[in-house]
């Protein structure tokens, strides 16, 4: 689940330019908190827009006034959610970036703490609750396809502890034939037994993409087929609970992912078959897409467990962007739950907030434009 993962990078600096250039995830983040804060008015207009549809107008009026207060209480609820399970407290005086030249930057208390660890540039940072940080690393050239905004890939996983003295902790390559198409790789305990396991995208120029899990030692534990030809990209999305009720498989962890999301996506769910170390393929479904060719975003998707049925559902896009749609595994099948339309194209990631208990989708589109959909029961 993505609290499993949370992201601590907000600020990568380009020291080419004289400002800061923010990836696009912190940069929806940081975007929604200073909305949050300052732009009710656009909020609640947007949000009307959708909600309109089957709320009342005292609702809406009752959630105007409130959204803003309480969207930040809940976003505050939410991050020290995340906080609390990374050990990332966002309050304090504490910024983890990454420079141009692939230096981890440890702002705290004024003072900057400089890991030269090679890391790559655009990679997303993630935390876990030891304060232990991961992040790809040893970029390389080598495979030229640039989905994810340049052709520079990374060829190592990094690890660093955090403490009064930052220390690189683990590392581990990836073959030398093979680079890691991802800017942010899935971190989560698959199997429950305390032990993170790391999900990566591997591509090179003549099998295409595979997926990999490795353990942080670098030992791959399991890998799925490789799509067979270069220059398609598979996007790893997460590893959740997505139960099949009438398999009584009950909470069975499985990945999921979105394979060539630019030229028609397919959603694929895997298990890990630890007796032949293989990522296995459980059910597939195509027209989905949960990337744009070039673009930075690696969220325009979410995952959302209903408390009361504790289903779990996969929220993608469809191929055009312009619909959302749950899906969950059913005898062996991906199962559309439901679908509903956005009100332009979306463009940055989806997310689940709470609004007075009742949660709703958050989602960017068209011009940086937030909206709120209902949750279809
Ligand atoms: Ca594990």
Not at 298 to 308: A, G, I, P
């Amino acid at each position: 689940m993505r609290k499993n993962i949370m992201i601590v990078s907000l600020i990568m600096i380009l020291a080419l330019t004289s400002g800061c250039m923010i990836t696009q995830h912190a940069n929806a983040d940081l975007e929604a908190k200073s909305t949050y804060e300052n732009m009710d008015e656009e909020r609640g207009h947007n949000s009307n827009q959708e909600l309109n549809q089957d709320m009342n107008q005292d609702m809406n009026q009752d959630m105007n006034q409130d959204m803003n207060q309480d969207m930040n209480q809940d976003m505050n609820q939410d991050s020290n959610q995340d906080i609390n399970e990374s050990n990332v407290d966002i309050n304090v005086d504490q910024k983890i970036e990454i420079n141009a030249d692939g230096d981890l930057i440890i702002n705290r208390n004024n003072k900057s703490i400089v890991l030269k660890l090679n890391a790559l540039p655009d990679a997303q940072i993630l935390q876990d609750k030891n304060n232990r940080l991961l992040l790809l690393s040893d970029p390389s050239e080598k495979y030229q396809h640039g989905i994810l905004g340049d052709s520079i890939e990374a060829t190592a996983v990094t690890f660093v502890q955090l403490s009064e003295d930052p220390q690189v902790v683990g590392k581990f390559f990836v073959p030398t034939d093979w680079v890691i198409e991802s800017i942010l790789p899935i971190w989560s305990d698959w199997d429950g037994d305390g032990q993170r396991e790391i999900v990566l995208t591997l591509s090179n120029k003549t099998s295409g993409a595979k997926l990999a899990l490795y353990d942080e030692l670098g030992n791959v534990l399991a890998e799925s087929d490789p799509i067979g030809t270069g220059y398609r990209w598979r996007h790893a999305l997460e590893i959740a609970p997505f139960s099949d009720p009438e398999q009584n498989k009950g909470s069975q962890n499985l990945l999921v992912e979105v394979q060539t999301p630019h030229i028609g996506g397919i959603v694929g769910f895997y298990s890990w078959d630890k007796e032949a170390n293989k990522l296995k393929k459980e059910a597939s479904l195509s027209g989905f897409s949960t990337h744009d060719i070039g673009s930075r975003e690696m969220h325009m998707y979410t995952v959302f467990e209903n408390e009361k049925t504790s289903q779990v559902l996969l929220i993608v896009p469809d191929q055009s962007k312009r619909e959302l749609i749950a899906l969950s595994l059913k005898s062996g099948d991906v199962y559309e739950v439901w679908r509903i339309p956005l009100s332009g194209r979306l463009r940055g990631e989806i997310e689940i907030i709470k609004e007075k208990g009742v949660a709703l989708i958050r989602a960017i589109i068209d011009d940086n434009q937030e909206v709120f959909l209902r949750i279809p029961n």
